[in-house]
């Protein structure tokens, strides 16, 4: 069962960009799109574990820092040709707070 | 109403070819109808050479299977031949068959030529154009010993090749004084000769046959016993393969009326003399030429298609042609004009031992031929400027060392070498029988996800005929799969899928239409995306602030990691930390302070880097402010497109041969660059003397100290590809030494594109344009120093910004989430 967890206010994330929370072991990238929406990734590149929160935001995708994948910011897929996944988390924003499913 | 009737006489490389292009243009337009007097689908004839070498079955070779014309309603008529046309009733007969049809393409190939010599007929002897025939030889091999080919054309040899690597004896015989001289000069030709003899082939040059003898009584009874030549001579021979030549296979089209002159006469859109018949392939004479080889059929094919969809748009203008020698082990590549003749030079490279030789024909700066053998990498490319006509003054002193060599696409792909492949530039034919370049298969490869050669030919037909570019296609899937930085020829290319716009556009818009910021540029210059990619988006960011410095805004995310952090990314997600040390020059108290950070932050590992300076690795993120804090010292930008070092020998201040003040020269330079962003990374060297312990002669900036002044080197890269600096001018003082690199590292600024090395640029606009410029004339100099300093004025050492809390959100991660029924959440991992 999903359990809300309050993150931070949206203005702490730039747009085009993201912030870190640290999460258990690992941690979850939280990226702001430049269309405000916001979406919650586990912070490992399906290629090589690399880190997304540090990658280029455009559109709704991320670019990984480590080799140039991109990774979809709604489903974690990676984008064609290449193959793989970053599990992904619900995300919601309500009056400028940012709230994530864990 | 009914569907229109195609019929098409010839199952073979080009009709069926046609047919193909046919159903991606209009795929319900006919019924159509498929005659083949061959009882198979359609193969690839090329690759009958490779069968009978052993190399490759039948089953690899067939291109439609008997499936394909089902799924795709196609009547497959397959092992009858045509006899008749009927141009009034518009039927088509053969034997007991009459098809009527509205539009008839003809694509009956060629027949071999066979010497009209006694004993032709006899058992044994036989040509080389299809399956029967490579079965013949086939079995021929089996249980007879001696072989002899007539001609010693591309065909011939690669039966001679194929029956000797099955056993047989095999002797060559020719006409005329060295072999393939239609696509060879004798020198070629002799090498390889040479190493045709050494796979074990005979040849007997300059001999013309008189009659084939047949056997004497026994077990080869009846069957060609022998050769015999005019002078005389006699060789054994339990099998002949006429290798002679062929003709064009017109017979069908003359007893239907139509015009034939050395072929069936076509126009332009490949209509014969009768509108509503076509003809395409090695049976068609276009502008009075027959051709012989695939990528001309295919180009006919593609024309003829689009008229039979009635498109009506595409003319067929006739085709220049290269050939491939298809013998494994062997190389031999030819093209255009080879022979050459008044007005046309020659360059010509010959090393014996070595097994290469290399011949370029050159008329009025122009390349029109090229024979290769031995190395034949860099044929794609010379094809390519040859069918271009491109100008090759410029890189003529380079031209014979091929592609990577003369022109520099190689692109800023880290560390790793580059392979032939990531050299070659998006619009150089990989694929010459079916006229495919890199980019489109690169393309391919992106947009369908393919992995596989076998994808990749599927999707693009590269490397699906000769097969002789497989190599290069895997080196391409390689290159692109990895997810690599992918090199290119960026002259005409866009920026990336976003635009349309190449860098200079971009460039020009930028200045004329005075844009400031990222999302004025997306609007300006309407950006596909709504706000680019990772590829776009530091080159646009780079081109506002170095054409607009103090107005334009500097946006962080679309800057890459490195430069966003200021501080290296490592594979496991930890930074790299490289204080600046001013010219290599460093004092014990910031060693100590470097030595204390190490401790107290547990860094890893400490190294002295290759640019005189000290590497911290393997820092957290959130420490890098408090390591900056605890270092007291400014940024050595080692992380970015930007000013890295300057290093420096210690001249004249300690040593014996310093004949200039190598070290303070060094620092002031640094000290003037501090700061500078410019297309790619930037690095200079002073040495005090000749002797150059600097190296200041890889570097993009290199400064020489002699007795009477300095020398300026430009344009030298240490890295991927080592390029040695290029003399630029000799100046008398420091201060000159200071306005002249400025002015050469503005215009850089100024003018090169986003990841272009100084070198890479200087090539593009050669180093004479720019010596006119920076060097002769004064006044634009001073105007470059100038509005360089203007650029770096008041410039911050981002690192003591950062300790005072600028873009703090970047270092510190957020609290741990907050369960919203309040207790704070905390999860064992
Ligand atoms: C640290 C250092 C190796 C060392 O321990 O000595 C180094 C490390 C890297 N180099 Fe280098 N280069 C280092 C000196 C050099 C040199 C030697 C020099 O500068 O005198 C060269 C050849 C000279 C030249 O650049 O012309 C060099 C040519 C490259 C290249 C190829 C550039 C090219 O145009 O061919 C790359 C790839 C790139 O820039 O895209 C590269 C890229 C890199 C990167 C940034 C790879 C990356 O993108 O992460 C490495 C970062 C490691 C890290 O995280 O710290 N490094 N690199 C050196 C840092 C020098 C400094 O103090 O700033
Ligand atoms: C061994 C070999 C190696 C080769 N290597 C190369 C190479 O490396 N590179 C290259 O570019 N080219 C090569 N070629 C040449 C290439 O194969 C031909 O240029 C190409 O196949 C010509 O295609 P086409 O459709 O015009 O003729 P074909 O492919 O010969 O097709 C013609 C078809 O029409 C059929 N036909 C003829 N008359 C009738 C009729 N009246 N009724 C019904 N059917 C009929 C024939 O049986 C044949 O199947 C090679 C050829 C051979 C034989
Ligand atoms: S430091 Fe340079 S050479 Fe060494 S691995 Fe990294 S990029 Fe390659
Ligand atoms: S780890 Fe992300 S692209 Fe390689």
Redesign the interface.
């Known amino acids: 069962m999903s359990n809300w967890h309050k993150v931070c206010r949206l203005e702490e994330i730039p747009p085009r960009g993201s912030r870190v929370v640290p999460h258990g072991a690992g941690s979850i990238a939280v990226f702001r799109a430049a269309d405000d929406h916001v979406f919650a990734l586990r912070d490992v590149c399906p290629h090589k574990g690399g880190p997304l929160s540090q990658g280029i935001v455009h559109g709704h995708r991320v670019t990984c820092p480590m080799h140039g994948w991109n990774v979809e910011l709604d489903s974690g897929e990676a984008c064609a040709p290449d193959h793989g996944c970053a599990r992904r988390y619900e995300t919601r924003v309500e009056d400028g707070e940012v709230f994530l499913a864990l | 109403m009914d569907k229109q009737k195609l019929v098409v006489v010839g199952n073979g490389m080009a009709g069926i070819r046609a047919v193909e292009e046919l159903l991606k243009l209009a795929p319900d337009l006919y019924d159509i109808t498929v005659f083949g007097a061959e009882p198979h689908g359609n193969y690839n004839r090329i690759l009958l050479s490779p069968v009978l070498a052993g190399e490759m079955t039948l089953a690899d070779i067939v291109l439609n299977d008997l499936d394909w014309y089902k799924n795709n309603g196609i009547t497959l008529h397959a092992g009858k031949k045509v006899t008749k046309i009927d141009r009034v009733k518009r039927l088509v007969i053969a034997d007991d068959l009459a098809v009527p049809y509205d539009r008839l393409l003809l694509a009956t190939g060629s027949t071999p030529f066979i010497l009209p010599v006694p004993g032709k007929d006899l058992p044994g002897v036989i040509a080389y154009r299809d399956i029967a025939d490579t079965e013949a030889m086939i079995a021929a091999a089996t249980n007879h010993r001696h072989a002899v080919v007539i001609g010693a054309g591309l065909l011939g040899l690669e039966a001679a090749n194929g029956l000797r690597l099955r056993g047989m004896d095999v002797t060559v015989v020719h006409l005329l004084d060295w072999i393939m001289e239609r696509q060879l000069d004798q020198a070629g030709a002799d090498m390889l000769q040479a190493s045709l003899e050494a796979k074990g082939l005979k040849f007997l040059l300059g001999k013309q046959t008189e009659m084939l003898t047949a056997a004497p009584d026994g077990r080869n009874a009846g069957r060609v016993g022998a050769v015999r030549f005019k002078d005389g001579a006699e060789i054994p021979a339990d099998l002949v393969v006429m290798a002679a030549g062929i003709r064009p296979n017109t017979a069908l089209a003359e007893s239907a009326g139509l015009y034939c002159n050395r072929g069936i006469v076509v126009t332009d859109t490949l209509q014969t003399y009768d509108p509503k018949i076509y003809a395409v392939g090695e049976c068609a004479a276009h502008r009075g030429t027959a051709y012989g080889l695939v990528a001309p059929l295919f180009e006919q094919a593609k024309v003829c298609a689009n008229h039979l969809a009635q498109h009506g748009i595409g003319r067929y203008q006739g085709s220049v042609t290269s050939t491939k020698l298809k013998v494994t082990g062997i190389d031999v590549f030819s093209a255009g004009n080879f022979t050459g003749g008044d007005g046309t030079e020659d360059i010509v490279l010959h090393d014996k031992n070595g097994g290469i030789y290399k011949r370029l024909v050159i008329e009025k700066d122009k390349l029109i031929g090229a024979v290769l053998y031995g190395d034949t990498a860099d044929g794609g490319w010379y094809f390519q400027l040859l069918k271009e006509g491109r100008d090759i003054g410029a890189i003529r002193d380079h031209l014979m060392f091929g592609d990577a060599f003369a022109n520099n696409h190689v692109g800023d792909v880290g560390h790793a070498g580059a392979s032939q492949a990531a050299a070659m530039a998006d619009t150089a034919e990989v694929c010459g029988c079916n006229g495919v370049c890199k980019g489109t298969i690169v393309k391919a490869?992106?947009?369908?996800?393919?992995?596989t050669l076998e994808d990749v030919r599927k999707h693009t037909k590269a490397s699906s005929s000769c097969g002789s570019c497989t190599g290069l296609v895997e080196q391409i899937l390689a290159s692109?799969?990895?997810?690599?930085?992918q090199a290119a020829d960026r002259s005409t290319k866009p920026v990336c899928g976003c635009t349309d716009f190449n860098h200079n556009e971009v460039r020009h818009a930028v200045r004329s239409m005075k844009l400031l910021s990222m999302d004025a540029a997306f609007k300006a210059l309407d950006w596909r995306?709504?706000?680019?990619?990772?590829t776009c988006?530091?080159a646009l960011n780079y081109y506002l602030i170095s054409t607009w410095p103090h107005e334009a805004q500097d946006d962080?995310?679309?800057r890459?990691?490195n430069e966003r952090?200021h501080a290296n990314?490592q594979?496991d997600?930890t930074y790299s930390v490289v204080p600046r040390m001013w010219g290599g020059l460093t004092t014990p108290d910031e060693l100590r302070r470097i030595a204390d950070v190490a401790e107290k932050y547990k860094v890893p590992t400490v190294k002295v880097t290759g640019g005189q300076r000290i590497d911290l690795l393997g820092i957290k993120k959130e420490d890098l402010p408090g390591v900056w804090q605890d270092l007291g010292m400014p940024s050595g930008h080692a992380y970015g497109k930007s000013i890295r070092t300057v290093k420096t020998c210690v001249g004249s201040e300690h040593c014996r041969f310093g004949t200039q003040r190598s070290m303070s020269m060094g620092v002031e330079l640094e000290k003037m660059l501090f700061g500078m962003w410019s297309p790619h990374k930037v690095k200079l060297a002073v040495s005090g003397c000749p002797r150059n312990c600097a190296e200041a002669g890889i570097k993009d900036v290199g400064v020489i100290g002699v007795d009477s002044g300095w020398e300026l080197y430009v344009a030298g890269n240490g890295g991927i590809k080592t390029e040695v600096a290029e003399f630029f001018c000799k100046v008398s003082t420091r201060e000159e030494v200071l306005e002249y690199s400025a002015a050469f590292l503005q215009l850089y600024r100024e003018e090169a594109w986003y990841l272009e090395r100084t070198v890479h640029w200087v090539q593009r606009v050669g180093l004479e344009s720019i010596k006119q410029r920076v060097v002769a004339d004064a006044e634009n100099r001073k105007a470059l120093h100038q509005r360089l300093l203007y650029a770096l004025q008041g410039t911050i050492d981002p690192w003591l910004e950062r300790t005072q809390g600028v873009a703090r959100?970047e270092f510190a991660?957020?609290?741990?989430?907050?369960?919203?029924n309040g207790e704070h959440?905390v999860?064992?991992?």
Request: charged share 15%; aromatic share 6%; net charge negative.
């Open positions: 490869i992106r947009e369908h996800g393919l992995f692109t799969v990895g997810g690599a930085y995306t709504p706000d680019g990619c990772a988006r530091p962080p995310q679309s890459f990691i952090a990314i594979k997600g959100h991660p957020l609290p741990a989430p907050i369960d919203i959440h999860e064992l991992a």
